[in-house]
């Protein structure tokens, strides 16, 4: 009997190791499942998929993810991914010049998997094509600037405004009282000229005639088919179009996706949540 306790008795301990740390075990094994490197990555990628989604409000996570895919030999093709509304124009710019500079050295194709508006639209104008799918929503060139009036609220709940300010403009865009003829007339300012710069650089970079913006611009909102007729956009289909498309130009003869590190997924995926939020609450300068 003894004999038979110690032939087993290894069996048992690990059963009893088991039974004991069950928890600890699965949540090492969630870990690993998560974070394990899947077989696209364990091979050698050749091409990545960078994805632009939400509001605009930050452009160094992707500025980030197509610099470090311009500056890697092995990857030879970039399919951006684009779903957004647009957002604040710095950023929207960010990106544009990140991938105007990856253009120079890689293919690189946007596919509109949704919207492609306004500053997204913005950020893609240099892609080497700009797919759209039939039912995307594509254009919204144009740019907005909003604010608000708290006056009838604050006389309700007894609130007045104390400015000092040093400077006729200083107090432009101020939501403490309605804005002056003169005060909108510089916002209109910087609106227009951010307009035409807008303008400009989507003419130059899809070889459309600034003279004729009143038909790919002027905020108008169109449909792949619509936005491919005034040359917003080059081919329409679906992401396994596009895929195939940024292959052939890349030349790879076996196609390896690099995988979205799965830390950067989650903060991509935070940070756009996070800046849809703040933008719903806070007044800026946005291309619409």
Do not use: C
């Not at 690990?14 to 499942?33: C, D, E, G, S, Y």
């Not at 990555?41 to 990545?48: F, I, Q």
């Not at 960078?50 to 311009?70: F, H, N, P, Y």
Request: proline share 3%; no cysteine; net charge negative.
């Amino acid at each position: 009997m003894d004999g038979i306790k110690q032939f087993f008795s290894p069996f048992f301990a690990t059963m009893k190791f088991i039974q004991n740390h069950f928890k600890a075990m699965l949540f090492v094994l969630i870990l690993f499942l998560v974070f394990s490197p899947s077989e696209a990555e364990l091979e050698s990628a050749n091409l990545v998929q960078v994805k632009l989604e939400g509001v605009i409000m930050d452009a160094s996570m992707v500025v980030k993810q197509l610099e470090e895919a311009r500056t890697n030999d092995k990857i030879k093709g970039v399919l951006l991914v684009v779903n957004s509304p647009g957002g604040a124009v710095p950023p929207s710019i960010e990106i544009m010049q990140a991938v105007k500079r990856l253009k120079e050295e890689k293919p690189v194709i946007a596919y509109a998997a949704g919207t492609i508006a306004s500053g997204s639209y913005y950020a893609s104008i240099y892609a080497d094509e700009i797919y759209a799918n039939p039912g995307s929503m594509v254009g919204s060139i144009g740019v907005i600037m909003q604010g608000m009036n708290y006056t009838d609220l604050a006389q309700k709940i007894g609130i007045s405004a104390q400015t000092v300010k040093a400077g006729k403009f200083k107090e432009v865009g101020t939501a403490s009282r309605k804005w002056k003829d003169f005060e909108k007339a510089e916002l209109e300012k910087v609106v227009n000229d951010t307009y035409d710069m807008f303008v400009h650089d989507v003419a130059l970079a899809r070889k459309l005639d600034p003279a004729n913006r009143s038909a790919f611009a002027d905020a108008h909102i169109f449909t792949a088919s619509q936005a491919k007729e005034v040359g917003l956009i080059d081919k329409i289909g679906v992401g396994f179009d596009a895929e195939n498309a940024i292959v052939e130009l890349s030349g790879v003869d076996k196609p390896v996706w690099q995988q979205e590190d799965k830390v950067d997924a989650f903060m991509r995926q935070l940070s756009g949540e996070t800046a849809s939020y703040l933008g719903a609450y806070f007044t800026n300068l946005t291309l619409k």
